[in-house]
């Protein structure tokens, strides 16, 4: 059983095509939704094989000279897979798998596991400010809850669920509302909204702890710019306000359209913000088995400031920035 949870938040540095397959709907290729409410998400499945290639590109050895390499380590906080390992790799990393009584120990689960990514913050066009971030009461439930479940109480208390909000509600301050009428225009709809310093409060935090690394316009900016819209409007435009891009393929030899190449992709904007947690537990050895911490320790060292997720890599898509938080507490979590 998991013992240790910890958010891992992610900003989309360019449009993420996360993808459900083909589908008969207005969009051909759309992007993997939540059943229950639409919102859209990655799933655990993609986001841990992203995030073991993100790994295995970075450490980039396949020495697997002892237990405690690096490129071992992967196996062993992972799962052991040898799929794309040549024969004389394989046996070396048997080999550095051996445990007491020289028996390969290679039958093991994980010891970090990934909960799908969620989003919480959505980039909309705005009419002050060029764009806002918004999020709804739905979202924010479940981040606190989520932040609770890793020990982060003090975080928590800083999220406001705003539950039976029916109007929009706006950071103090905020620098995309019409002071004058009380209202922000999102797309081509216009809300009333009122200051919340509540909001404000848990802007801070995403500023100081998320944003930190960021220039300091986009941490000024997530100051102010968060908007939290009634649970129905959100879902609306999480719908209807994603990047939708019709592509083709150009015959080589006539140099027009291919016949049947038509097609569109849906892509979640650049911009948007997710979080998923990442779950240690110790490791599934009898010999010197790594513990929690240890594991959390090797992914917190390791873990690229920034990675690809999703399909169309050679297109520039999906690079993402990850922001590991530590928790703040010692207890364990079950």
């Not at 004389?88 to 990393?93: G, R, V």
Request: glycine share 6%.
């Amino acid at each position: 059983m998991y013992k240790k949870a910890t958010p891992l938040f992610l900003l989309c540095e360019t449009p993420l095509h996360a993808g459900s397959g083909s589908d008969l709907g207005i969009v051909d290729l759309p992007i993997q939704r939540e059943r229950h409410t639409d919102f859209p998400k990655i799933e655990s499945s993609s986001f841990k094989g992203s995030i073991r290639e993100a790994f295995e590109n970075k450490i980039n050895s396949k020495v697997f000279s002892d237990l405690n390499s690096d490129d071992v380590k992967i196996h062993r906080v992972f799962g052991y897979d040898d799929g794309s390992l040549e024969k004389k790799e394989k046996e070396a990393l048997q080999k550095a798998l051996k445990n007491a009584k020289d028996e390969v120990q290679k039958d093991f689960a994980g010891a970090v596991g990934f909960s799908d990514a969620r989003l919480l913050l959505f980039p909309v066009k705005s009419m002050k400010g060029v764009f806002a971030w918004i999020t709804c009461p739905k979202v924010l439930s479940q981040f606190k809850n989520d932040l609770m479940y890793s020990g982060m109480k003090n975080e928590s208390d800083k999220i406001e669920t705003f539950s039976g909000t029916s109007i929009a509600v706006t950071c103090t301050g905020s620098k995309i509302k019409f002071e004058r009428v009380d209202k922000v225009v999102l797309e081509e709809y216009a809300f009333s909204c009122d200051d919340s310093k509540d909001l404000t409060d848990m802007a801070t935090w995403l500023s100081e702890t998320v944003f930190a690394d960021l220039p300091e316009y986009w941490k000024n900016k997530i100051q102010t710019d968060i908007v939290v819209l009634p649970d129905d409007d959100f879902r609306d435009f999480v719908n209807l306000s994603t990047e939708v891009i019709t592509r083709t393929k150009i015959d080589n030899v006539t140099g027009t359209v291919a016949s049947g190449a038509l097609f569109t992709e849906e892509y979640l904007p650049a911009e948007s913000l997710m979080y998923s947690l990442v779950m240690t537990a110790p490791e599934f050895r009898k010999d010197n088995p790594m513990s929690e911490e240890d594991v959390f320790g090797f992914i917190e060292s390791n873990l690229p400031a920034v990675i690809q997720l999703g399909g169309n890599a050679t297109l520039g898509k999906g690079i993402i920035r990850t922001k590991l938080l530590k928790s703040n507490s010692d207890e364990s979590n079950s």
